[in-house]
């Protein structure tokens, strides 16, 4: 599977352009001002609004530069059901494909998501600081114009240097929301039924929780509806939990 990029949502609004990098493959990148050639994104930010339900859905994702406009649909069911889940705001990252549509002034840069997941402001944090650095190399790049598909962005965009000392301020005020104390080692591996067991403490009373409720326990954990629904599986093979009753949930 193709890697993934990691770009501000201000850089990816302003994308006005498609390219082939001539790879061989199939598709056409986004490409940004900021000479990001994004097929697919890595993205986290703060979920401040979604919209539909059933099989479409589209949610606004805001980092510290600005919101990205995400979708997703029914080729990515546990993703729709997932976000279901979630209620604005929460902090939440998302992989998915870049998609420009339109042309000119009138393109609209979305991400189609693949996998999303509810997360916590260190995850942010750690994004800001892993897009930041990215987003510099690809300005040192623009500067020094000796990159093919960065020369090929500058040409798109007729960049100059005025615009790439702005988008260097946009790096600045990412990282300006960024905690001083931030540290890698804050992040460890979870298992998804350890993850589950912990968010189902103290849920529901004496008749335990119902399934669905516990599904959505799950998912604002950092789990998805899919992961919840196998981590409940696990529990209950384990006689971690049991079923007083036809669709409720109860821990031992």
Known sequence: MEPAERVFAQDFAAARHTADSGDGRDGLYVVTPGAAWCRRLFIVGAL????????????????????????????????????????????????????????????CATVEVEALSVVNRTARDLWVLATAG???????????????????????????????????????????????????????PLVARDLLLDALEGEGGARGVEIEDAVAAGVRSGLSAQEARRALEELLAAGECYQPSSGMIKLI
């Open 134 to 188: 990215a987003t510099l190399d690809r300005l040192e790049a623009l500067r020094d114009g000796d990159d093919e598909q960065v020369a090929a962005a500058r040409r798109l965009y007729g960049t100059t240097d005025e615009d790439i000392r702005g988008m260097a301020e946009m790096v600045r005020t990412a990282l300006a929301t960024v905690r001083p104390d931030i540290a890698v080692g804050e992040i460890a």
């Open 48 to 107: 401040t609004e979604k919209r539909g339900s059933g099989d479409v859905m589209q949610a606004r994702l805001a980092d510290p530069t600005g919101a990205f406009q995400v979708s997703v649909d029914w080729q990515s069911p546990d993703a729709v059901e997932t976000l279901g889940y979630i209620e604005p705001p929460a902090f939440v990252a998302v992989t998915g494909r870049a998609v420009l549509a339109g042309t000119g002034e009138r393109a």
